[in-house]
């Protein structure tokens, strides 16, 4: 805005209320903290990293709402349409190991189809493997989740349902056998424990012979489209109508499932940065008010008005983008405590072009106010204190 020789004059401007520029600051430091924790959780949510989401797996899930179920029986018809590879199906189970806090997905798989689908991410040695197939009640864990929590082969792992009952007690406690591990380069798979289909539907107390979705591997991801509308046509005007949608579009439907992630985080965000825009601008125009003498010698020295206004809007600049790069940089560093909160929800920090524009954007919304007033100021009503 103006030449950095004038550099010096501006921060003595800024500083010359210690106290009340430290707590302005400290009030925008807070708001850009809140800013890159709330814009990377909502970016996560909104666009989870799907990487190794393949383009060309499907999701078909109940047409009405991804929580009520389908007849295990879709499978068959859904297989049987040229150019789909393999079906596999799963069930949320909705888990938690001792603390509803330490979240478990936990899903019960037809371990055969559900390979065949993710081969291309998953590993298991074949050993373990072959220990899950022969054990009614094994499991396999994510690597990640046994390290978390010092698991090991051979380990008894109670589960607690949030949903499912067992129809020999009527107990939302399940116990399974760890019988080995898996890896995978899906991120969203970090806290994932599988066990058997067929154990579940077996013990559980309702809702035997439904499932919660089918994945579909087809065989070309350019036919996505017409591979869905084809799945969806099977069971057109049946009481069980499926909708059928890439994979990523489908865990971004999960993920809000719970309500509009967005719309909470954008009204917090609102409302923070609305209270700050009315403490700044009155903190503003209250200095602009104190420093009037000092506009009126300004300009008697050969300050042009532009000059002024130039030097009152680089004030604000130097305020808010200042403050607002310290916000972000401690909402990054506090990144990896909220992705464990999260349960490992891929984290970015794509939070600082935004940030730093919304700073900027601030500063000028509420720097001009002042500054133009100052710019319009003559010397001899500011002398006078005409205000």
């Known amino acids: 805005m103006v030449s950095m020789k004038y550099l010096p004059l501006i921060l003595s401007a800024l500083w010359r209320r210690k106290a009340r520029t430290i707590f302005t600051m400290l009030s925008i ?3 850009f903290l809140l800013f890159g924790m709330l814009e990377t959780v909502d970016q996560a949510f909104s666009n989870p990293d799907s990487g190794a989401v ?12 991804i929580t009520l179920s ?11 349409l040229p150019g789909v590879k393999e079906v596999t199906w799963l069930t949320w189970f909705g888990g938690y190991y001792q603390e509803a806090k330490n979240f478990i997905f936990a899903i019960p798989v037809d371990i055969e189809s559900y390979i065949n689908v993710h081969n291309d991410e998953i590993s298991v040695d074949k050993g373990e493997l072959d220990a899950f197939r022969k054990m009614r009640t094994a499991a396999l864990v994510n690597s ?3 390290k978390k929590y010092g698991w090991k082969v051979g380990d008894k792992l109670p589960l607690h349902s949030t949903i499912w ?35 579940f539907d077996e013990g559980r107390g309702f809702g035997r012979g439904n499932v919660g979705w089918f994945e579909e591997r087809i065989d070309q991801p350019s036919q996505a489209g017409g591979m869905a509308e084809r799945i969806d046509a099977l069971f057109a005007n049946s009481s069980n109508e499926t909708k059928t949608q890439p994979a990523k579009d489908f865990l ?22 609305f209270s700050l825009l009315l403490l700044t601008a009155n903190t503003l125009m209250q200095s602009m008010r104190e420093r009037t003498a000092e506009f009126a010698v300004l300009k ?20 808010f983008v200042s403050a ?3 916000g972000l940089a401690l909402s990054y560093s506090v990144l990896p405590i909220i992705k464990e909160a999260l349960q490992g929800i891929d984290l970015s920090g794509g939070m600082f072009v935004p940030g730093i524009a919304l700073a900027v954007a601030l500063a000028f919304a509420v720097g001009l106010p002042p500054a133009w007033r100052a710019k319009r100021l003559t010397i001899v009503d500011a002398l006078a204190d005409k205000r």
């Open 54 to 65: 393949g383009a060309d797996r499907l999701i078909t899930t109940n047409k009405t709402s």
């Open 144 to 146: 990640a989740l046994m």
């Open 165 to 199: 009952t067992r129809k020999d007690d009527g107990s939302l406690n399940w116990v399974f056998d760890i019988v080995g591990t898996f890896d995978s380069t899906d991120k969203s798979q970090l806290q994932t424990v599988l066990f058997h289909y067929e154990y």
């Open 300 to 319: 008697t020295l050969g300050f042009r008005d532009a000059q002024v206004f130039a030097l009152l809007v680089s004030e604000s600049l130097i305020l």
């Open 70 to 80: 389908l007849p295990f029986s879709d499978v068959q018809q859904i297989r049987s």
């Open 29 to 31: 430091v807070v708001a």
């Open 324 to 326: 607002g790069a310290i």
């Open 252 to 273: 971004i439907a999960f993920i809000k499932q719970r309500g509009d992630i967005g719309f909470v985080l954008r009204a917090i965000l609102g409302a923070v940065f």
